[in-house]
Each structure stands twice: as structure tokens, then as C-alpha cells.
């Protein structure tokens, strides 16, 4: 993707980002010939749309796009695969931040996954913008499009032992410690609930664990890895099964933080843990109504087979309790009810915490990465009673999925754990710019602003979660697509 970003070129095109507001006058100073043309190519500097300017030779001169208020994070994303291949500059004065996100921009404008396609995508190649801090957008594009390229690989070749080893390969290239257990030596170190889970399954069901830091706040990231779900017993229909690769989206976007987290050396203490399975049907199957002694000694009647990713993260969220973490985060593609409360694009957020996810829900907003908090509302807690065990891992109705599921993992969070739970879609539905459809890293970045302040803010102290604003910075809204784009399908 960078070999998309050069040092400099000896010719280059002009690329001149303008809003709305701004055409105007940006017109004002330009020869008729240049007006002219503007306006008969209808630009009107929507976000995302853009123009190319003629020479009088009719070879492209300079680009116009449009672009939001503020800063904008994505719509240079239309350019590298819409613009005639060739070498293009950034026009004009642009502050630190904005040129940091018009580099990342054009740099996720170039994600493909490309694994096993046998072209090569062609894309136009921008000079480095000056004042673009060019360390930030190589750490958070490369994180990014590891969580991308995880979700989007098939179960095939992304099963538990192949999310272990993406693991592995993070941990070494920052020195971390990393470990696994495997198959039946789940049982003999008491995971029960991630052993019942996977067991079925061809790849043997493991929880990685990852530690880096040896100072600073106690961080716990918890992703769920189910490296392909097909319901267990209760087996999904055809239609539900078709995208349950991305079942271990959870794990992929923890894993691509906690690579930004080392990458930017942020002072904390991090522990990674991914229950990582594949929930499959064989004669070993777990069982509707089968109870299952979890590691913290609750008991659980299975309720359904196909809520298996509450019952791989409870013996995870119980292990990451025993370093009494100042903060704890899950993530997870847990529930359908938060899609249809909230659609693909907005991530559900829950917190015991209400300054803790106050704290995120602001840098989302800011880093145009929004979230979109629900309740852990405890009278629901009475929907998942079960009569032959302490609690059951669905409810006993259709109502508040979400906010249940959200109940159940809280039984294995301790009172005094901050705790963040991040319920997920991890996929694009649809393209935008820099943004194709297929697996995304949503909440990524507001997760890693977060995490940064709270690590380094001098508000911190003694696990207090920041509760100061983050710099003031413009609302943004989602860039829109460019009208020339061709019409893309929904799912």
C-alpha cells in the first residue's frame, strides 16, 4: 500500500482538495477556460466526487476533490484507483493533521485484498504530503489492513492454528511474549467453555495469549475467534452461514490494536487474549440443554449452539481478571439484534463504566469513528435465568439481544474492572472510499485514540479513566461516493 505513497517525483500532478463552501471563491482566481470546464462537469465539491482539470493539450493538468468540512479522513480514498495511473502532489498549505489524513486516506484508498486474485490492481502513486507525520499513518494503515486481510481470508486458510500463527508473528516482530494452549490441554488448565466449543472441529479449538509492557496502566484485550461458525447443532440456515468467516472479526481487531498499540510504544501493560475455535458439527458436538462448568465455576445450560461466541469469551474474560487489569475490552461479531438496532457501520458499545465509555464515545466522534453506546440494563439479567443452572447463554425471549448477550459476559467481569464490551460487525456492506466492501477494522481508531490519551494523559492516575475532552476537531460526517463510481451492490 505505501509503494503508493513516493519521496518525491521530478513531475506531478496537482491534487486540490476543496469544499462546498469553498469552491466559490477557489474558483474566483482561476482563468475562465478553468471555470468553465468546472462548471460544465457539474463539480460541486460533494465529498468524495472529484475533477479532472485539461492542459491545452487535453493531458490532466490538476484534480479537484471534494472534500468535508474539516478534517477528512477518507475521501481522497476515491482517488488512487479512479485517477489515471501517474505520480500525484498534494496542492496548497495543509496543517499537520490535515496532511496526516489525506496520506492515510490515499493510503487505504490503495487496500485490496489481493491473496488470490491473479492481476495486480494498478494504482496512482502520491508524493508523501509535506507535514504528514508519516510514522501515524504507517502504523495505523498497516494495522488496519491486518485486521482487514484476517477477516477477509477464507475459514480455510484463517482457522484457529492460522489465527495463532498471525498472532505469533505480531508478538515477534515486537518482542512480545506469546503462548497457546491447545485441543484437550484446554481442559486439563480449565477453559471448558472454549474446549466445548471448538472441540468438533478438524482444527483444534486453542486460546492465544500475548503480553507486551512492563510499566504503566494494566490493559486486557479479549477478540473472539470463531474461525467459522456454522451454528453447531442449531445449525444456521445456507443465507446465515455465507459470511461466517468474518465470526472472528472480534479477534481480528484486537489484534490489529494491539499491533498499533506496540508500534507506537504507548506506556501500558498489555495483555492479548484470543479464544480462537471453530464452531462445527460432528459426533462431539456440545448440545442444546448441555450444561458446561465454566472457568470461573459458573454453570451455563446451552441454550443454543449458535451463541457460541459468549461462551468462548467468558473463560477468556476470566483469565484476563486474574492481572486485575486497570482497563478491560472486549470485541466481538456477537449478536444480529446490534445490526439491526444500529446497522453494519455503527459499532454497539456497553460499559460498566459510564466515564469509561463517555471517555471513547468522545474520541470516536473525533476521529470520525463513531460508536453508538447501549444499556447493560439489569432487570433484562432475569431473561437468561435457567432452571438447572446459574445462567443460560441466550434469553428466554426475542427482546434485547444485544443488551443480553452484553449481561451474560458481564457475570465474568468483576465490579471493580473497568470494562468496555464492543459488539461489531467487522464488515463493509458497501463501499466508500478508501473503505471497499469485505472485512474493516471499525472502531480501530477511536479505540487507539482512547487508549493513547488514557495511557498518557497526566489525568491518569491510579487506573482513573480520563475524563478531559480530546482537542476540539471538527464533526465529520460518512464521506460520500463519488457519482462517477460505479453503482455498487448491497448486501
Known amino acids: 500500500m505505501f509503494d503508493h ?21 477557489w474558483l474566483k482566481g482561476k482563468p475562465a477556460q478553468i471555470q468553465n470546464w468546472v462548471r460544465a462537469a457539474e463539480f460541486k465539491a460533494k465529498p468524495a466526487s472529484f475533477c479532472l482539470l485539461p492542459d491545452g493539450r487535453g493531458q490532466p493538468a490538476g484534480v479537484l476533490v471534494g472534500v468535508e468540512e474539516g478534517i477528512d479522513r477518507w475521501s481522497l480514498g476515491v482517488l488512487p484507483g479512479a485517477l489515471p495511473n501517474g505520480t500525484y502532489r498534494l496542492e496548497g498549505d495543509h496543517s499537520e493533521v490535515e496532511a496526516t489524513a489525506y496520506a492515510f486516506a490515499w493510503a487505504m484508498g490503495c487496500y485490496r485484498f489481493g491473496r488470490y ?16 507525520d508519516r510514522g501515524a499513518v504507517e502504523r495505523l494503515v498497516i494495522s488496519m489492513a491486518l485486521t482487514r486481510d484476517l477477516i477477509n481470508t477464507p475459514a480455510d486458510d484463517m482457522g484457529p492454528p492460522e489465527l495463532a500463527e498471525a498472532a505469533k ?33 478438524a482444527k483444534a479449538p486453542r ?12 490493559l486486557a484485550l479479549v477478540g473472539k475467534g470463531v ?3 456454522t451454528g453447531g447443532l442449531d445449525l444456521k440456515p445456507s443465507g446465515g452461514m455465507l459470511m461466517m468467516k468474518k465470526d472472528m472479526g472480534g479477534a481480528a481487531l484486537m489484534l490489529g490494536l494491539a499491533r498499533l498499540i506496540m508500534a507506537a510504544q504507548l506506556p501500558v501493560q498489555l495483555r492479548l487474549l484470543i479464544p480462537a ?11 442444546p440443554w448441555d450444561v458446561i462448568k465454566t472457568r470461573k465455576g459458573i454453570t451455563v445450560e446451552v441454550g443454543n449452539t449458535d451463541a457460541e461466541g459468549r461462551l468462548i469469551l467468558c473463560d477468556a474474560l ?20 446490534a445490526r439491526v438496532a444500529l446497522g453494519p457501520e455503527l459499532p454497539a458499545l456497553f460499559s460498566n463504566d459510564d466515564e469509561t465509555a463517555d ?5 470516536g466522534k473525533a476521529e470520525g469513528d463513531p460508536l453508538w453506546q447501549l444499556p447493560l440494563w439489569k432487570p433484562y439479567r432475569r431473561m437468561l435465568d435457567s432452571k438447572v443452572a446459574d445462567i443460560n447463554n441466550v434469553s428466554d425471549g426475542p427482546f434485547a439481544g444485544s443488551v443480553t448477550a452484553a449481561l451474560y459476559l458481564a457475570e465474568f467481569v468483576s465490579p471493580g474492572t473497568k470494562w468496555i464490551h464492543i459488539d461489531t460487525y467487522a464488515w463493509m456492506a458497501r463501499a466508500l472510499p478508501g473503505r471497499p466492501e469485505g472485512g474493516e477494522a471499525l472502531a480501530l481508531r477511536a479505540l487507539y485514540a482512547f487508549i493513547t490519551d488514557w495511557a498518557k494523559s497526566s489525568a491518569h492516575a491510579g487506573s482513573k479513566i480520563i475524563t478531559k475532552k480530546p482537542a476540539p476537531r471538527p464533526a465529520l460526517r460518512p464521506a460520500t461516493r463519488s457519482p462517477s463510481l460505479a453503482r455498487l451492490r448491497r448486501r
Open 5 to 25: 505513497l513516493i519521496q518525491r517525483a521530478a513531475k506531478s500532478i496537482p491534487v486540490t482538495p476543496v469544499s462546498e463552501t469553498r469552491l466559490g471563491a
Open 117 to 132: 486474485k491473479s492481476d495486480a490492481k494498478e494504482f496512482a502513486r502520491l508524493v508523501w504530503p509535506k507535514n504528514a
Open 169 to 201: 508473528r505480531v508478538a515477534q516482530e515486537f518482542k512480545a511474549k506469546y503462548s497457546v494452549i491447545v485441543g484437550d490441554d484446554l481442559l486439563k488448565q480449565n477453559y471448558p467453555t472454549i474446549h466445548a466449543v471448538g472441540r468438533a472441529a
Open 207 to 218: 486460546l492465544i495469549d500475548l503480553r507486551w509492557g512492563s510499566s504503566g496502566p494494566k
Open 227 to 229: 474461525c467459522f461458525d
Open 277 to 287: 475455535v471453530e464452531n462445527n458439527v460432528a459426533g462431539n458436538s456440545f448440545r
Open 318 to 337: 476470566t483469565e484476563a481478571e486474574t492481572d486485575k487489569p486497570d482497563l478491560m475490552i472486549d470485541a466481538a461479531t456477537l449478536t444480529g439484534a
Open 359 to 363: 471517555a471513547l464515545l468522545r474520541h
